[in-house]
């Protein structure tokens, strides 16, 4: 008797169920078919994802037949099942998860002539760089482009860019209209390219066609629904695999990345950076929030009706504990890596060892210790006092709506959800949590940052109690090798990606305190088959549908095997997932 394995989706669930296959169907029958099938009392459609010649006895008696074949409908090709098994496999996920995310999609192009595999291509510069270079892509290209964006502001700002003869050939996914209308206008001979968001990333693409991944390690190409897949991930799997141009674009090549690239496994192209002076003032053995000269420097722009940036970069961030005198910073003594402040003193972001909270510092003895990073609303505030008469908005994720005739602006990493928007004088206030070390890419993420702003600014001047850091020399000069030499070293000493590996584990729970005994619980279990992993502290992210949602890190010291995933997702009660990327 041959079984097939059937993906079945209804409203937001996906189900993986096993039917028995009659002897009528089975001549016709193949991975990717459409297929009617019993569920319950009702008769659903399903997809066929693989086939077995045995199941368990205790359900062999409980297995129903498939009703009926569509012998003109494949919703999935060959290469796409081999996909969505790879990223099953990749993620420690049932195959239901992974094809959840692309059963909406269109279905597939008749299958074509898999050409020779290419070197995934990652593209570095600004925004206003890459998106030149996308629009240059689907022009040359002989086959269709699927262009994906981390969000739809830069959608927006991408589609409204290019030229009306581009603007013509590319179709704006839209999840509202049928597939059929879908499949009608990306027939027209004109269309050349499709652009979306993390959504749209298993768009159905035939061999040789190009799949552009853009900002690949930012939140928004990352799925907030488990299995937790990157757009990254699924365009390099599907490259692979279906015989498709990657390319990867982003400010800043990432260190994983520049690995890969040592290692010849991608090919990189860097834009030429337009670099230009950094202002550095020195926060040591200053208190103030804002430090004398660089408020003398805000007052003047807003004299001159100059639009301004004052950037605080500290939301999410964890806060170190830092010398205010020498800017020493306090590790952990098991480690070595940073610690981080909390209410019970000082507790490492990666092994969670505790500490008190020392009151001298270890370098000059100075009592002068403070938790570094501001709020955005304590420094929107504090120059709403200085500047009674100016109008001052505040962007964040909690504010984030952006007035752009606004003179003054506060903001997060928020500012960067704008692609389009420049301005004559930055102003960064708080940005040292980001070089602190309590966050693994805490220092590449500001030296993007500061690629980007360098593009969208006349002049940037910075507040730092590291002005020594060679992310701001990096910055100026666009030399940014020095910069990668001593990041890579840094994690090969602590053992961390791309030489170790990260497993984020995330769960939710009613209460704070469930959650966190829950935590205990569960890294109790992986200490017993990873007795040397480092396991971090759990953290709350956000409160929403009455559930508390929190996750701790589990690092380790090599990548770990597909076989090692399954078994550590079997130590997860229901309310808890890994987060492999």
Request: charged fraction near 25%; charge should be positive; proline fraction near 5%.
């Amino acid at each position: 008797m041959l079984y097939a394995q059937v993906i079945v989706k209804q409203r937001t669930q996906v189900q993986e169920l096993t039917y028995a296959l009659s002897a009528q169907i089975v001549p016709y029958v193949k991975v990717g078919s459409l297929v009617l099938v019993p569920l319950r009392r009702k008769e659903v459609k399903g997809v066929v994802v693989g086939f077995s010649r045995s199941v368990p006895k205790e359900i062999k008696s409980n297995i129903r037949e498939i009703i009926k074949l569509d012998k003109n409908t494949l919703v999935f090709s060959s290469s796409q099942i081999e996909v969505i098994h790879k990223l099953s496999s990749h993620y420690a996920a049932s195959l239901a998860e992974v094809a959840f995310h692309a059963l909406d999609l269109p279905q597939v192009w008749p299958e074509t002539k898999k050409v020779n595999f290419i070197k995934p291509l990652i593209m570095t510069g600004p925004w206003s760089q890459r998106r030149d270079a996308y629009e240059r892509i689907i022009s040359k290209s002989t086959g269709k482009v699927l262009l994906i964006f981390s969000q739809n502001s830069y959608v927006e700002d991408f589609y409204q860019f290019v030229p009306d003869s581009i603007q013509k050939s590319i179709l704006r996914y839209e999840k509202e209209k049928s597939q059929k209308k879908l499949l009608t206008t990306l027939r027209k001979p004109g269309i050349k390219a499709i652009i979306g968001t993390m959504g749209e990333v298993f768009f159905p693409l035939q061999s040789g066609d190009t799949i552009i991944i853009d900002q690949p390690y930012h939140v928004g190409s990352k799925s907030q629904l488990r299995p937790f897949m990157s757009s990254r991930k699924i365009g390099l799997l599907r490259g692979e695999t279906e015989g498709l141009n990657v390319v990867l674009g982003d400010s800043i090549v990432s260190p994983e990345d520049l690995l890969a690239v040592k290692g010849k496994k991608f090919r990189l192209v860097s834009s030429k950076l337009s670099h230009q002076p950094l202002s550095i003032l020195d926060r040591r053995g200053q208190t103030e929030a804002i430090v004398p000269s660089l408020m003398e420097e805000i007052e003047n722009s807003v004299a001159r009706r100059e639009k301004i940036l004052v950037l605080v970069m500290a939301r999410g961030w964890a806060s170190a504990l830092v010398c205010q005198e020498c800017g020493y910073i306090f590790s952990c003594e098991n480690c070595h890596r940073t610690s981080a402040v909390s209410r019970q003193g000082l507790r490492c972001c990666y092994c969670a060892a505790e500490t008190d909270t020392p009151k001298n510092c270890l370098a000059c003895r100075s009592e002068n210790l403070k938790a570094i990073g501001e709020g955005v609303s304590a420094v929107k505030n504090y120059l709403s006092n200085k500047f009674k008469n100016i109008q001052i908005q505040e962007l964040s994720s909690d504010k984030p709506f952006l007035e752009q005739k606004t003179q003054v602006i506060v903001a997060t990493e928020k500012i960067f959800s704008f692609p389009n928007t420049k301005f004559d004088k930055v102003y960064i206030v708080s940005a040292d949590r980001l070089l602190s070390g309590t966050h693994l890419d805490g220092a590449w993420r500001l030296l993007g940052y500061l690629i980007e702003l360098q593009n969208r600014s006349k002049q940037i001047v910075v507040q730092t109690y590291f002005p020594e850091s060679n992310v701001w020399t990096s910055a100026a000069t666009g030399n940014v090798r020095p910069f990668f030499a001593q990041e890579l070293a840094n994690r090969q000493q602590l053992n961390l990606p791309p030489y170790g590996a990260v497993i984020v584990i995330r769960g939710s729970s009613s209460t704070t305190e469930k959650l966190f005994k829950q935590a205990e619980k569960i890294t109790e279990e992986i200490l017993k088959i990873l007795p040397k992993a480092d396991i971090s502290f759990p953290e709350i992210d956000d409160r929403s549908g009455g559930l508390y949602h929190g996750r701790f890190t589990v690092y380790l010291s090599k990548q770990p095997q597909n076989s090692l995933k399954n078994k550590l997702a079997t130590t997860l009660p229901p309310a808890w997932h890994l987060d492999i990327d």
